[in-house]
DNA sequence: AAAGTTTAGTGTATCAAATACACTTTGTCA
DNA sequence: TGACAAAGTGTATTTGATACACTAAACTTT
């Protein structure tokens, strides 16, 4: 093992991306951790992760190791924040830029298949004693995702294409961890034009009203209420 | 020079820190630049920053290269993002963990006699073009600065201890670049139980009525309106 | 086919917060 | 002592958030 003798020269350092991927299952919020196979923290609970190449984005090294460890990618993904302390890691000096992904559930049911290494979901109330300082790392992004539902139109990415109003507001009562009233729901959403009515039905198999479908107007993620700011340059 | 044989193994790559240090100077708001002495973009302004140590934390390096590049400790200092793009330096691979850091105009004043480099306040609205990919850091950390003024009191690190109702509101016209109603700003302001009356009075000098002095209750940034959002776990 | 079940779907009244808006006060300077 | 300049103050209106309960529609059971 070479030691590095010339610290006004060498720089280098090892970085890891961390994902956080959330899915709505069982009526619960869930994230994917795999089991890790490696010291340290053999055979513990982690997220999926690695180190990034020299050719590639930290963006991409984000989506290659969800792709790598779980076969999923088309996620939506976001950086949360980059965890820098020196003693993080045991293995020595390893920064990790951490991000979090929202699936669908059926979505990821498709692509899942190929799986090689163990893959598990875990409702975030219920996680096992994650490796290294992931909890920290998965709070950090409940905590953000919980912010972001309330200004921004994320929560489709929680979704199917088509969904009903009570799956909507399910949804946004799972992430937040609070019942919502059904009617002021219903009236919020319809006023902000980010719906659009499919025409189709949902019947449910079971003995109730069929429910009208939606779709999202815009595929992206978007703002809402950018109230008060004001962008100059 | 080495050159990297086993690319399973070697993952260092270098990480660089760049603060955005933003303070209110003649009614602007003003970001520091220092002027780069060394290839490449020498002569160039950009912020300040450097590479991270291997015995240092991410944060306590951003801290380190403020108070070596400006002489300034004892800001306010937040992480903004992570930008990975592999060739947003043509040095080679370097990743940097951005920071935003505010300063209140004369604490900088005292502290930045040792100044060895050049360094210099540039108004967002006239900045020079930066190197790298700096402006995108800096409208990154506007930005950031604009959204968290509204609902935090971090515009406090901005003012000197004690300041007048008047200086608190024209700092956050500076900072959302737009006018404000004195009288629903200061209702506003009192009603959040934010401000302390110290009894004392500010003489502009002017031929003008005096205004009495405030501070802020708490000493730490604190959140405020954290309406509707519970965390569990 | 009628009654029962279950979820979908709808409107209004109240309360709280944000906005719009203009004059009086007070100390300083000439 | 009169002019100046910024400090300081209240109310009416609008907007958005909240609280709250019944009818509609399809399927199932008897």
Known sequence: MRVAQAPKLDHSLAVTVDVVLFTIWEKKLAVLLVRRIKDPFSGVWALPGGFVRKDESVDEAALRELQEETSVSRVYLEQLYTF??????????????????????????????????EAKWFPVQKLPKPAFDHREIIRYALERL??????????????????????????YEIILHQKLDKRNFRKKMIQLHILKDTGGMKTDG???????????????VVKLQEKGIIVPF
Do not use: M
């Open 206 to 220: 079971g003995p109730q009203r069929p429910a009208k479908l939606y779709s999202f107007t815009d595929v992206r």
């Open 146 to 171: 919980q912010h972001k539902v309330n200004y921004t139109t994320i929560c489709f990415q929680l979704l199917p294409k088509e969904f009903t109003l009570s799956e909507l507001q399910q949804a």
């Open 84 to 117: 820098g302390d020196p003693d993080r890691d045991p293995r020595g000096r390893i920064i990790t830029v951490s991000y979090y992904a929202l699936i669908n559930w059926e979505n990821f049911q498709l692509r899942a298949k190929a799986d090689t290494s």
